[in-house]
C-alpha cells in the first residue's frame, strides 16, 4: 500500500503537502498542471500550463489573452486543473471560478521572467495559425531588435489568471487500484470532506 492520506480540515494544508513532495521528488516541472477550459457553448480544450503562485485565494497561470484558454475564459470563467505526478502515484483536482490577476501582479511576475520568454511573449500570436516556422522566427527577430539594450514591458496582450476553488479532489494510487480519492467541496462555513470510490 502507499502511504496513507493525512487528513486536515483545510485542502491547502494538504495541497500544500504534497506540492512540497513533488518538488523534491518529481523529476520533471513538478509545478506542471493540466487547464481544462470550455467556451460559450460547452465545448471543452485542455492543455498544460505551470503553476506560477498560489495562496488560500487560488491557483496562478500566466499566458497571452487572445491564446485559446484566454478566449475561453473571458467567455466562461470556469476552469479545472489537474496536478498528476507520476513517480508519487498521486494526482490532484481543482475547480473553481477564474478571475483575472492584477496589473501589478502580471507586471511583477512578466519581469521576473528570462529575457528571451519576454520576447517570446511578444512575438507569439499565442494559439494562432502560423503560416510557417520562418515567420515565427522573423517575429523573434523584430522583437529582439526593438527591444535591444532595454528592459522589455509587459504586453498589454499577456496577463494572468486565479483560478478559487470550491472543489478538490486529492487522489493516492494503491495496488490493485484500490485507490484513495479524497474531495473537499466548499460549503458556506468551510469545505465539507468526503470520499470516492477508486
Known sequence: MMEAFKLADDPFEIFAEWFAAAVEKEPSDPNAMTLATADSSGRPAARTVLLKAWDQDGFVFYGNLGSRKGRHLAENAQAALLFHWKSLHRQIRIEGAVSPVTDAQADEYFASRPR????????????????????????????????????????????????????????????????????????????ALGRLYP
Open 116 to 191: 528571451g520568454s519576454q520576447i517570446g511573449a511578444w512575438a507569439s500570436d499565442q494559439s494562432r495559425e502560423l503560416a510557417s516556422r520562418g515567420l515565427f522566427d522573423e517575429k523573434v527577430a523584430e522583437a529582439e531588435t526593438r527591444f535591444s539594450g532595454g528592459e522589455i514591458p509587459r504586453p498589454d496582450f499577456w496577463s494572468g489568471w486565479r483560478v478559487t476553488p470550491d472543489y478538490f479532489e486529492f487522489w493516492q494510487g494503491q495496488v490493485f487500484r484500490l485507490h484513495d480519492r479524497l474531495t473537499f467541496t466548499k460549503t458556506a462555513t468551510g469545505w
